[in-house]
């Protein structure tokens, strides 16, 4: 019965389900798709400076929480917009967007670029 006992043991030890397991390959970012590179937020500042005002407004008015940021302060709002959005730093508020947001805002900022 003992040498039952050292058999069990034996097989248990040096069975692979008891094995070490290798660690799974670690994910590399390069791996992603191109699609989910979110854009920096200090160059769509720049590029959303660089725009006219009915073009930032358009963007600004399309990008729901940015709208929302400026509407709070009601009419005098778009007022203090209008005078400053070219030197007023958005990049806070372009941070608080989620990716999807931020991928929106590139996308609409590359197209009233483009729509000059």
């Known amino acids: ?65 940015m709208r929302a940021d400026v509407e709070a302060y009601g009419a005098f709002g778009w007022k203090y917009v209008e005078a400053r959005y070219a030197s007023y730093p958005w990049k806070k508020n372009i941070d608080r967007l989620d990716d999807a947001q931020k991928k929106l805002l590139a996308d609409l900022i590359r197209s009233a670029k483009t729509n000059k």
């Not at 937020?41 to 660089?50: A, N, P, V």
């Open 1 to 65: 019965m003992n040498r039952n006992l050292l058999v069990l043991v034996a097989v248990l030890w040096f069975t692979p389900a008891f094995a070490k397991t290798p660690h799974p390959p670690a994910r590399s970012k390069a791996a992603a798709p191109a699609n989910s590179v979110v854009p920096d937020s200090q160059e769509m500042e720049k590029d959303l400076q660089q725009l006219s005002w009915p073009q930032f407004r358009s963007v600004i008015e399309s990008v729901p929480k």
